[in-house]
């Protein structure tokens, strides 16, 4: 089966600039996350959604960062205005179950974002 | 904050040895999961093991988890080349659903 796909795979802004980011989850994974990882770190959850309801969002910063996945399927994940500190890897993961917590979560590539 | 702290934060070894590398968490969970991540193939998971379980395997790797110690550790046997790579624990809490990753530790395999 196809992976999960984002685009693009590496973006350069000037700070205050806006970007946004893409991501096709495992077809039929109801479960879709975003996760920012700055080097030399691991991941760190931005947003969880459920189908197209978003279930966690308590690390996002709201006001700059947004998330939609509409029909339950794609999600964009837009940066409004950048700064400095959000260059990191922007990686998305999807999860068959939409209930439990077992099942392993399958990452995309993930987006590369330097803020100049 | 990270929930998980990896030790040690790199290690190189030499194809054919064993890789250990140590994993510790502050609050109570119910899986922790030892993930991958390389340039060449993304965050990769590898193994889960649940709060009852003390040990799994899989392959060339062992994981084992202490609750009392609130630690696990992830073992490489025979390692080799293509290991190279960054290894992070992951950690599902007893209530809720959000998996937290520690910091890594930057596995490196001389051939």
């Known amino acids: 089966e196809a992976g999960v796909a984002q685009s693009p795979r590496y973006k350069i802004i000037e700070k205050r600039q806006s970007v946004a980011f893409w991501c096709n989850p495992i077809?039929?994974?109801?479960?879709l996350y975003w996760y920012q990882q700055i080097l030399g770190q691991g991941p760190k959850l931005l947003i969880q959604?459920?189908?197209?309801?978003?279930?966690?969002d308590s690390q996002l910063p709201k006001d700059r960062f947004s998330a939609e996945r509409l029909k339950g399927v794609d999600s964009t994940l837009k940066i409004q205005p950048a700064k400095l500190e959000d260059s990191a890897v922007y990686l998305c993961?999807?999860?068959?179950?939409?209930?439990?917590?077992?099942?392993?979560?399958?990452f995309g590539p993930g987006t590369r974002l330097t803020v100049l | 904050s990270q929930q998980g702290e990896e030790d040690p934060q790199a290690l190189s070894i030499q194809e054919g040895e064993n890789a250990t590398m140590n994993c510790s968490y502050k609050?109570?969970?119910?899986?922790l999961q030892w993930y991958r991540q390389n340039s060449g193939r993304g965050l990769v998971h590898l193994i889960l093991?649940?709060?009852?379980?003390r040990e799994k395997h899989s392959g060339r790797l062992r994981v084992t988890l202490d609750t009392s110690k609130k630690s696990s550790s992830l073992l490489i046997t025979a390692s080799r080349a293509a290991d190279t790579a960054s290894y992070f624990c992951?950690?599902?809490?007893?209530?809720?659903?959000?998996?937290?990753f520690g910091e890594g530790t930057q596995l490196t395999v001389n051939p």
């Open positions: 993961a999807s999860r068959r179950g939409s209930g439990g917590r077992w099942n392993e979560q399958f």
């Open positions: 077809s039929g994974h109801a479960t």
């Open positions: 959604f459920q189908n197209n309801g978003v279930v966690d």
């Open positions: 609050t109570s969970i119910n899986n």
């Open positions: 093991i649940r709060s009852n379980e």
């Open positions: 992951a950690t599902v809490p007893t209530s809720g659903s959000r998996l937290t």
